[in-house]
C-alpha cells in the first residue's frame, strides 16, 4: 500500500497552495467589504472575477471535470486539491469554477448532455461565463424521497410543460445563473424510479418566477448567488431541453449526486483544517487563568480528539475517491454514503469545539467558524439527510453474505 501522492498530484497541489496562500486568503476581506458595500447584488463581485482570471493563468481551472474538458485530474488526484480550497469556501471553488451547483451540472451536462445542449449551456459553464443552478427539492413533499417530487413536466407537441415549486435551488438568486437543471414528474404512475425526468430551463423563460432567497442559519451566500424559492407557472421549453430520455430523471440525480457528495466532503476537511490552524494559534496566545488555553487539559483533548477524526476521515475519503476511480461510482456507493454521514458530523464538531476555544469571537463574523459550522449542519441535510444514508447503507450491510462459520461451529 503507498500513501505518496504521484507527481501531477504534488504538482496541482503545490500550484493549489500557493494560489491560496498568495491571492485567495489575502483577498477575503476585500469580498467581504465588496458584499457589505452591494447589499442587494447576488451576482459575483470583482474580486472573484479577478481570482478567476487569475487561476485560469495559473492553470488551476474546472478541476474537478476528468478528461480533456477539464482539468484532466482522477477523482483521487482532486482530493488533496479540493480540501486546500474548502479552506477558503467563501472564495477558492468558485475562484477555480469548483463551486456547486455548477461542478455538478456541468457533469450532468457532460455524461448526459446532447451536442446543442452541450453547446449551449455547458461549453460557456466551462468558461465560467454563466452560472447554473439545480432545482429538485420542493417546500410540499419529502424531497429526500425523489419519487414523491410533484413537479409536473407534461409532453405537449414539440414542447414540454413545467409546473410546481422549487426552493434551496443553490446559486439561483444570482442573475447570472442562465439555466436551471430542473427535476419534476413526467409520468406519476410509473415504477417510483422512472416517475422523474430532467430538463433543462432558461432562467429568462416565460413563467420562471424567482420569488425569494433563503438564509442558513442567517446566512444568505449573497456572494455566490444564494439559495432561491422559484415557481414554475406553465413554463414551455422546447422537447430537446430535456435531459436523456424520460424517466431517466433518477438516475441522472444519482450520477449527478455521487461526485457532488464527495466533493462536498473533501472540501469540509479544508475547514476543518483551518478550524484546526486557527485553534493552535488562539490556544498558544490566549491566557486563562494564568496559563494559555494550550496547556489547558481540555483543550489538548479537543485537538487531539480533532485531529483523530480528521485524519481518520481524509482516508476514508481518499479510499472512497480511489474506489470511484477504479471501479466506478456506483461500486463504491457504499463508501460514498460512508463519508457523506461521517465527514460532515465530524467536521460540525470539530468547528463546535474550535468556536469553543474563541469563545464569543468564535460566534462572530470576526472568524469564519460560525460560517463554516452552518454550512457543515446544511451539509447533514444537502444532497440527502444522514437519515437517508444510513438506512440505504445499513440495508446494503445486511443484504451482504456473512462468511461460512469456521468448520465446527454452528
Not at 133 to 143: H, K, L, Y
Not at 248 to 277: E, S, Y
Request: charge should be negative.
Amino acid at each position: 500500500m503507498d500513501f505518496e501522492p504521484d507527481a501531477t498530484t504534488r504538482d496541482v497541489v503545490e500550484r493549489t497552495q500557493a494560489f491560496l496562500d498568495e491571492r485567495v486568503l489575502p483577498a477575503e476581506p476585500v469580498l467581504a467589504h465588496q458584499v457589505e458595500a452591494t447589499p442587494d447584488d447576488w451576482s459575483f463581485r470583482p474580486v472573484v472575477r479577478e481570482l478567476q482570471a487569475e487561476a485560469r493563468e495559473r492553470d488551476l481551472w474546472n478541476l474537478f471535470l476528468p478528461g480533456p474538458d477539464g482539468g484532466g485530474l482522477t477523482t483521487l488526484q482532486y482530493a488533496p486539491v479540493a480540501e486546500l480550497s474548502g479552506r477558503s469556501p467563501r472564495l477558492a471553488p468558485v475562484a477555480m469554477n469548483c463551486a456547486a451547483p455548477d461542478t455538478g451540472n456541468m457533469e450532468l451536462l457532460h455524461e448526459f448532455g446532447t451536442p446543442a445542449q452541450k453547446e449551449r449551456w455547458l461549453a460557456p459553464l466551462l468558461r465560467g461565463e454563466i452560472r447554473s443552478a439545480f432545482c429538485m427539492t420542493e417546500p410540499d413533499v419529502a424531497s429526500s424521497d425523489a419519487s414523491q417530487i410533484a413537479t409536473r413536466i407534461r409532453r405537449d407537441g414539440d414542447h414540454y410543460v413545467i409546473t410546481g415549486r422549487k426552493w434551496w435551488s443553490t446559486g439561483a438568486m444570482n442573475p447570472d445563473a442562465r439555466v436551471l437543471v430542473v427535476m419534476g414528474a413526467t409520468d406519476p404512475d410509473a415504477d417510483r424510479h422512472r416517475r422523474q425526468s430532467m430538463i433543462l430551463v432558461p432562467r429568462d423563460a416565460p413563467g420562471v418566477h424567482v420569488v425569494r432567497p433563503l438564509t442558513v442559519f442567517g446566512y444568505d451566500d449573497r456572494e455566490h448567488g444564494g439559495h432561491a424559492e422559484i415557481v414554475l407557472d406553465d413554463v414551455r421549453v422546447p422537447a430537446s431541453h430535456l435531459v436523456a430520455g424520460e424517466g431517466d430523471g433518477f438516475r441522472i440525480a444519482q450520477a449527478r449526486l455521487g461526485p457532488g457528495r464527495i466533493h462536498h466532503c473533501m472540501r469540509a476537511l479544508g475547514m476543518a483544517g483551518r478550524a484546526l490552524d486557527l485553534v493552535r494559534e488562539r490556544a498558544t496566545t490566549r491566557t486563562a487563568f494564568g496559563r494559555t488555553l494550550a496547556q489547558q487539559g481540555v483543550v489538548r483533548e479537543w485537538v487531539a480528539e480533532s485531529r483523530v477524526q480528521l485524519e481518520a476521515l481524509r482516508l476514508l475519503v481518499l479510499k472512497t475517491a480511489w474506489l470511484m476511480d477504479t471501479v466506478g461510482n456506483r461500486a463504491a456507493m457504499r463508501e460514498i454514503q460512508a463519508i457523506k454521514i461521517a465527514v460532515p458530523r465530524a467536521v460540525q464538531q470539530i468547528l463546535d469545539r474550535a468556536i469553543q476555544v474563541f469563545g464569543a469571537a468564535g460566534l462572530s463574523g470576526d472568524q469564519p467558524l460560525a460560517e463554516m459550522f452552518a454550512a457543515a449542519r446544511a451539509m447533514r441535510l444537502a444532497d440527502g439527510p444522514d437519515e437517508v444514508h444510513l438506512a440505504t447503507l445499513g440495508r446494503a450491510e445486511l443484504a451482504t453474505p456473512a462468511p461460512p462459520a469456521p468448520s465446527g461451529r454452528r
